[in-house]
């Protein structure tokens, strides 16, 4: 019988051992391509969560922006709305300044979250019904703490008054990323609110897009 050497087997063990605990060319490609896929389903998933919710805001901000006429109308009162880039607010008017809406179940302050993003265009006009001016303009003293509490009022953009009516404005919401998508708010004198559908495009670069050509 012909002996077996030991380092023979020992060579060969390692052999083996080396070849097993790597990984084949075909097996790194598989966990590659099975890596993008996911990559990308993940991707086409997160683009899709941030639709659906500019889908939801963009009607939510419509569908409050006709309770607030309602409650102008019912209450005989000033309603007005304050646009910002990353959400709105609702203000009353008292006859002498606007004022934060408070205590009311529904119009209260909307905050959005990134990409989502607003802009309004009220080209031309004038705020119907501003602040007055503060006291020390007229040569008479304030307290200071009211002072500060009136400094941090901005005027609303658009004023839906008591008698159904409002001013012009056309109010965007979107995406603001790669291959943006906005949706569109506009509002008439007449109280007139439409509401169009998801358009491609920038929020604010095109908001006025196909705005006033013929159907």
Do not use: C
């Amino acid at each position: 019988m012909k002996p077996i050497s030991t380092a023979t087997i020992s060579k060969t063990r390692l052999h083996r051992s080396i070849i097993q605990a790597g990984f084949t060319l075909l097996e790194i490609l598989i966990a590659l391509a099975i890596a993008s896929i996911m990559l990308s389903v993940a991707v086409i998933a997160f683009s899709d969560n941030d639709a659906a919710k500019l889908k939801n805001k963009a009607h939510q901000l419509y569908g409050l922006m006709q309770i607030a006429q309602e409650e102008s109308i019912l209450r005989g009162v000033e309603i007005g709305i304050r646009v910002e880039q990353d959400g709105y607010s609702f203000l009353i008017y008292d006859g002498t300044r606007w004022n934060p809406l408070q205590e009311h179940t529904l119009l209260r302050d909307v905050e959005l979250e990134e990409p989502i993003e607003m802009y309004i265009n009220v080209e031309g006009q004038e705020a119907l019904l501003a602040n007055s001016e503060t006291d020390d303009e007229s040569g008479e003293e304030q307290d200071g703490q009211s002072q500060d509490a009136n400094k941090e009022i901005k005027p609303p953009q658009i004023f839906i008054l008591s008698s159904g009516e409002m001013n012009e404005f056309t109010v965007t919401i979107g995406l603001d990323r790669d291959e943006p998508k906005f949706y569109r708010i506009t509002g008439n004198y007449l109280g007139e609110i439409t509401f169009e559908s998801a358009m491609e495009g920038h929020y604010r670069h095109d908001w006025d897009l196909e705005l006033n050509e013929p159907f």
